[in-house]
């Protein structure tokens, strides 16, 4: 769906490591966006672009950056991971805005911080 | 704080009825809305898409909008164990926005 791949699909690291999540679309899609899903609180947005080299935070930011050097990579790194970002994360794309344009998402990565 | 509210369920319906999943949302400027269903250990996977006042059909899923009462609907017919998911409602808002509001999702179990 929309052709994208994430990497690592699974991840086990220690606290206090640098972790970086790959995401990579083959469809030329503007919009990218890094969320995470957690037990009783659903997709939370961590970090979304609107273009090469333009990206912006979302609602759960802190302890996370994002790079997006070419249209089809987007990149979410955690500086120092820690217990509470285990998680699992998803990456979307989304064509363009306005009217009766959705999201399509990866597999995601099942990341956990030991 | 644009908000999606959604019932978490779990809603269990037999084999074969009909199953209704509910949705509103706060932000009164809203016009696209999404339902994803997801499977446990699965990503979200589009299943329907409305952004005019009425219904919308596809298959055996219906979605239903009331843009007055900030209230979407998806009806799911013939209901089968495999459409045994969690389904999520999404909201964009204004013709400018990208960002879509997720709510937390609806666990629907289907009996045989």
């Known amino acids: 769906d929309a052709g994208i791949t994430q990497s690592p699909r699974h991840k086990v690291t220690e606290t206090g490591t640098p972790v970086t999540l790959r995401c990579h679309q083959t469809?030329?899609?503007?919009?990218m966006y890094w969320y995470r899903q957690d037990p009783g609180h659903g997709l939370r947005l961590i970090h979304y672009?609107?273009?090469?080299?333009?990206?912006d935070k979302g609602e759960v930011s802190d302890g996370y950056s994002v790079s997006r050097s070419k249209t089809e990579d987007f990149l979410l790194t955690l500086e120092s991971a820690t217990s509470s970002q285990t998680s699992v994360y998803f990456c979307?794309?989304?064509?363009?805005?306005?009217?009766?344009?959705?999201?399509?998402f990866g597999d995601g990565t099942r990341l956990s911080i030991l | 704080q644009k908000e999606v509210e959604q019932n978490s369920g779990p809603l269990s319906v037999p084999e074969g009825a009909i199953a209704s999943l509910n949705c509103t949302y706060s932000?009164?400027?809203?016009?696209?809305f999404f339902w994803y269903r997801q499977y446990s250990g699965k990503s979200p996977e589009l299943i329907m898409s409305?952004?005019?006042?009425g219904d919308k059909e596809d298959g055996r899923f219906t979605a239903q909008l009331n843009k007055a009462s900030q209230y979407v609907s998806l009806l799911i017919r013939d209901s089968q164990p495999s459409d045994s998911a969690t389904y999520l409602c999404?909201?964009?808002?204004?013709?400018?926005?990208?960002?879509?509001?997720f709510g937390k999702g609806t666990k629907l179990s289907v009996i045989p």
């Open positions: 979307a794309t989304q064509m363009g805005q306005g009217l009766n344009q959705p999201q399509h």
């Open positions: 469809e030329n899609h503007r919009y």
């Open positions: 672009s609107y273009g090469v080299k333009d990206t």
């Open positions: 932000d009164r400027v809203s016009q696209s």
């Open positions: 409305i952004y005019s006042n």
């Open positions: 999404a909201v964009s808002s204004g013709t400018g926005s990208y960002q879509l509001t």
